[in-house]
């Protein structure tokens, strides 16, 4: 009897521990996401990215967090905000974001989820494409976002007169005041403004010139990538389906 019952305990024992692994399994682990601060199209919901039926983000990230069994928590901070925290480790990644030679030094970017455009965005019949591809708009005052890849684009190729400022909706107002001659920004900004201008009925139209095209994604924080680089961008290729493409610039 003494044997029965040791034996009855040993695989209560085995069991609770089996069922103790398992759960501990099937639990996912918390992560700590940034994105940058009024980026058109992603919106959060307390620490949830809204759905939205024109990019994408909510289902990429839901993609994501299914194939690294993990639940992001978001927060919307400025860019130069979350790269610091990142870079110490404080958050784990950001969203969406383009690549640049300079991020690159000290963070590491996971595998292309897409390909995105960068767009001059000025007032048509104001200036022409080939004054843009010839190089002479480097002489013309210019508005970006501070900390973006759009800034560091211009910075590296010799625009003299940069305009910098630190929300994505104070560039549309600059180039209206003609306190610029045009801005430049990513696709879904492009879209935006041209769609709002339209909408105003103005005197005149904006007009788009796409002049880079860079990889996007994620940024990961030093200690995240050293335990997960390889999983997260098997995970990236496999969530790529989810990415919108269209593009509504005309």
Not at 40 to 68: F, K, N, W
Not at 174 to 199: H, N, T
Request: hydrophobic fraction near 40%.
């Amino acid at each position: 009897m003494a044997y029965i019952f040791t034996k009855l305990i040993h695989v209560t024992l085995f069991s609770s521990l089996l069922l103790a692994a398992e759960a501990n399994i099937a639990s996912p682990q918390t992560l700590h996401g940034g994105i940058v601060q009024s980026f058109p199209g992603i919106t959060l919901v307390g620490d949830r990215v809204q759905l939205e039926a024109v990019y994408g983000h909510a289902q990429i990230i839901s993609c994501m967090e299914s194939e690294l069994n993990v639940q992001i928590k978001w927060q919307s901070l400025p860019t130069d905000r979350l790269l610091k925290l990142t870079r110490e480790n404080e958050l784990d990644l950001i969203y969406p974001m383009g690549y640049t030679s300079e991020r690159d030094r000290y963070l590491q970017a996971s595998t292309w989820l897409t390909k995105d455009d960068d767009y001059f965005v000025f007032k048509a019949g104001e200036l022409q494409a080939d004054y843009l591809e010839n190089g002479q708009a480097k002489n013309r005052a210019i508005g970006v976002k501070r900390g973006s890849p759009q800034l560091h684009y211009l910075q590296s190729n010799g625009y003299q007169h940069i305009h910098q400022v630190y929300d994505y909706q104070q560039l549309l107002p600059l180039l209206k005041m003609d306190r610029v001659d045009m801005l430049a920004v990513p696709q879904p900004l492009a879209e935006q403004f041209q769609s709002d201008m339209l909408a105003e009925a103005t005197e005149y139209n904006l007009q788009l010139y796409n002049y880079y095209t860079r990889d996007a994604g994620f940024y990961l924080s030093p200690e995240f990538a050293d335990a997960n680089l390889s999983r997260f961008n098997n995970a990236v290729i496999q969530c790529r389906q989810h990415a919108k493409t269209a593009s509504t610039i005309k």
